[in-house]
């Protein structure tokens, strides 16, 4: 039972411009969800998060959206540069005090043209 | 800089063996995790430690077992390997106070079993 889901398992955008990354999750006792990105032969690094509470959260390029009511997720990149080409995982999490565990999304392979 | 080490890039063993992979965190984090990942299916929690000598099953227990002796260590055992164990293996580590939900992943370890 996958709850965390993300339909497109590849994307392609040219550089400059936005690439939109989608994610949908089950689980309505989710509260924490994160995007992080993959390199190939690296292991996945944190990219940005939002908390259930907020809708939207901001970092420079990355702006992560969350819609509760549809539960849904998504990662917006502006402009898109060709360094971003990687695989993004969307995570979620349960509230636990300090032991929370991940939930992990299949990935979508984003791949810049230049 | 924080880092969590996984002994081994690549391992291939065979079916029937009895296969040890190691990782250590040098973050005196209080989690650790280990996840596999496969094409289409993401990333997939095996176990994880939330203390020394604990451990809880993840989503995918069946076939493995774990290890956490001492707090920087955590070692994924699989009892007697099966090709279907062939897999991209992550070990993560997380602070474990409230509120922080980043894992800081190592650089995985690819495994192959003929």
């Known amino acids: 039972d996958q709850q965390v889901k993300q339909n497109s398992p590849s994307l392609s955008v040219q550089e400059g411009r936005i690439s939109i990354l989608n994610c949908d999750y089950t689980n309505s006792m989710f509260d924490y969800f994160l995007w992080y990105k993959k390199y190939p032969a690296e292991g996945p690094t944190f990219l940005i998060s939002i908390s259930s509470i907020k809708d939207k959260n901001e970092d420079g390029r990355f702006t992560v959206f969350l819609n509760k009511s549809a539960k849904h997720l998504s990662l917006h990149i502006v402009p898109s540069q060709p360094g971003d080409s990687a695989v993004y995982f969307c995570a979620a999490s349960v509230s636990n005090f300090g032991n929370e565990k991940l939930t992990f999304g299949t990935g979508t392979r984003l791949t810049i043209i230049p | 800089d924080v880092k969590v080490t996984q002994s081994s890039r690549y391992l291939v063993k065979r079916t029937g063996e009895k296969v040890f992979l190691e990782c250590v965190q040098d973050m005196d984090h209080e989690n650790m995790f280990w996840y596999r990942q496969d094409p289409g299916l993401g990333l997939r929690l095996i176990y994880f430690s939330y203390d020394v000598k604990m451990k809880e099953k993840g989503d995918i227990p069946e076939g493995y077992s774990v290890s956490r002796e001492k707090k920087e260590r955590f070692s994924l055992i699989l009892e007697s390997a099966s090709t279907n164990q062939t897999s991209m293996y992550l070990c993560?580590?997380?602070?474990?106070?409230?509120?922080?939900?980043?894992?800081?992943f190592g650089s995985g370890t690819r495994l192959t079993v003929v």
């Open positions: 993560a580590s997380s602070l474990g106070s409230d509120g922080d939900y980043g894992y800081t």
